[in-house]
Structure formats: structure tokens, C-alpha cells
């Protein structure tokens, strides 16, 4: 079972365009990661989240966690073919465990 | 920083042949490490989180007899797979956390590719 359900698991989009992934969990954490992984390499953390509500900008990526501390998204405007990877969600429990999401595997064509 | 070296990072090897994959942290001290496994075009599954000097705790599913995880020093981590088969061969990811709720810091992963 998934603890974290993130959508979609696959996009393909023209470069310039706009794009969110979603994160949603029916379980409170007490911070949300994510992370971009290249083939054959570890993730990379992008942005960590802990606030409910709380909003995060790196660039042309903005990070939003819930106000309930469940569910987070990733939005990405004007992708460019260097934004292709896997992202990864990841939830942070209360007890120091941490869930990864199902990723979300993006293509940004030029 | 927080740099997590792991090697090797790339493993062929025969069934049957024990598989140790080291797990390092080089520019902190890491309370505790943590193992996971990747299959291709899939999420991380976490295997086993180590403290140093304790026992590992494995996740649910994961033979504890065949992924032996050592947690000798606060900068090194091993994992072995003991006797390892083709259903064995998989991405292994490591990382390395300084104090309990802080960032987990990723190594570059494994490939274990068992013939």
C-alpha cells in the first residue's frame, strides 16, 4: 500500500509549458520533501516543507504544502528540457520514518 | 555540505556471490542511515534504518538474514547481500540523517546486477 499517492506518474509536455504534480496522503506528516532523481544517480533534495500552508519558491518551481499537512504540490512554469527527471515526493513522520511517493516521471520536449 | 559517498556504484556479479555496499558520510556525523531499494522505473522502497551501534530495524518483507546491515562508526554504513540471486539485482540507494527529523542525505546508489 502507497502511503503517499503522487499524480500523474507520467508527463510529457512541450517546452515553455506550465505543469503541477500531486502529492496526497490520508496520513499527517510533520514535513514534506521533494526530490529530483537523474537515471542512474541518488535523489536530490529540492525543497522541504513544513509549515501547513506553507508556500515555496526555487526559481521557476513553486512547492505548496497543505494546510492539513497531507498533501503537497509542485508546479513548474515554462518547463524547460533540463526540468526531464523523476521527482519524488517524500513524507516525513512524526517518528523520523519517511515514505516516498510512486514519482512522477516528466518529459519536457524542446 | 553533506556529502554521502557510496560505493561501489556499479556490481556484476555470479549468483550465490555475497555483495557488500559501503555507505559513507565525509563531512558529518551521521546518527543514522538508512538503506533503501529501486526497481526500475519505481519509487524508493525503504529496506532497513540503522542507528550507530544498535541493531537495524527492517521494514516489513525484508529478510534481515539476507540484507546485513552494519552500522560500525558514525560515518560508515554496510549493507551485504548474502547469496545473492538474479531476483537480488536492483538500484540500492543509502543515506545518511545527522540528528533524528533532520534532512536525509543521499549517496548515488548501487547497481547490483546478479548473473
Redesign the interface.
Known sequence: TQLLE?SPQFLSIQEGENLTVYCNSSSVF??L?W?RQEP??????LV?VVTGGEVKKLKRLTFQFGDARKDSSLHITAAQPGDTGLY?CAG?GYN????????T?LTVKP | GAV?S?HPSWVICKSGTSVKIECRSLDFQAT?M?WYRQFP??????MA?SNEGSKATYEQGVEKDKFLINHASLTLSTLTVTSAHPEDSS?Y?C?A?RQ??Q???????T?LSIL
Open positions: 503522487q510533520s514535513s520533501q526530490y542512474g544517480e541518488g535523489p536530490v533534495l522541504t519524488l516525513v523520523n520514518d519517511m515514505r516516498f511517493g510512486a514519482g516521471r | 554521502v557510496q543514522t538508512f522505473k519505481q519509487s524508493l522502497m525503504l534504518t538500484f540507494i543515506s540523517q533524528l527529523n534532512p536525509q542525505h543521499f549517496g548515488d546508489g547497481r
